[in-house]
C-alpha cells in the first residue's frame, strides 16, 4: 500500500516533507528513493507533463532535456526494483508537484494510477486543501518572491486566473483522481491549523496515514520557513524585478531602504468575492460529500 500525499501547495506541505525526510529511519512505513526523499518530486517529474516539462526544464533548469526525457522513460523500471529490493509493505511519499503538475489532467492521473496500483496494490490520496482566496493570493506572492521573479500586478494576475485553474479548482480535481483511485480512497482535509491536533500538521498528517505519532517529531522538527511576504514588499520587489541586472549591489542596498519606507499592508479584497463566485460550486459539492460532518467547511458565496 501507498499513502500519497499529493499537496496541495501552500497547505502544510514543506512541513510534512521536512518530517518524512528528518525521520526516515523512524517510521514504519518505507519511502521511494526514486520517487525523492522528503519531497517526492521526481514522481510528478516523471509524469512528463507540459506543466511539469516547463517547470523542471524551462524554469527552474534542474533537469536538462535529455534527463527529463530519459527520467520518464525509465522511472517506473527503478521504481519497481527498488520497492522489490525493500521487503516492506507500506510506503509514504508527499510532493505538492504532484497535484501541482499532474492536477487535474486525466490522462496523467490515469498513467499514474495504472503504474501505482499495479506496483503497490492500493493506494490513499490525502490532499490538503486551503481556502482559494488565501491560496490564490499565496501563489501571487511566489510569483513574485520565487524563482521566477515576476513583475506583474496583483490585478492583472487576477485577469490570468485562467492559467492556475487546476490549481484552485479543488472539486473538478478531486472527482477526477477519485474516478481513477477511487472515492474512498480519497482523504481531502482543509487545511486549519486550529482543525488540527494541537494544532499540529504533524500529528494530523499522522493520524492520516495510520502512523503511532510520538510528540518528540514535532518537538524536533526542522521549522518550514516559507512564510509570504505582506503585500507592500511585494509591490517593492515586483518592482525591482523589472530592473535589469537587479542583482546589482547598489539596487540590492536600495531595495532593503525601499522595504523600510513602506507601509506593512494586507492584500487588497476587492478580487475576494469574484474568486469565492468561482469556487463556490465546487466547494459545495466537497462541503457536502466530504465535510458535511466537520466544523470548518470551504467558503461559498450564498
Known sequence: MLYLHIGTGKAGTTTIQNFLRDYEDELPYGQVKAFGLGNAWRLAAASGTELSHRYWVLDRKILSEDEFCNLSARF???VRDEVGDKGAETFVASSEYIHAHIGNNLDAIKGLGTELLDIFGRVKIIIYLREQVGFIKSVYSQDIKGPARRSISFDRFIGELDRISDMFHYAET???WSEIFGIKNIEPVIFKRENFPNQNIIEDFCNRVDIEYKPSWYDGHTPAANVSPDFATLRVLRVFNAIPGNQNPILKLAY???L???????FPTKHDEDILRLVTPGNKWL???FFA????KLPELD
Open 287 to 289: 462541503n457536502r460529500t
Open 174 to 176: 478531486i472527482r477526477l
Open 256 to 258: 532593503r531602504a525601499a
Open 293 to 296: 460532518e466537520t466544523t470548518e
Open 260 to 266: 523600510k519606507l513602506v507601509p506593512n499592508r494586507g
Open 76 to 78: 517506473w523500471q527503478e
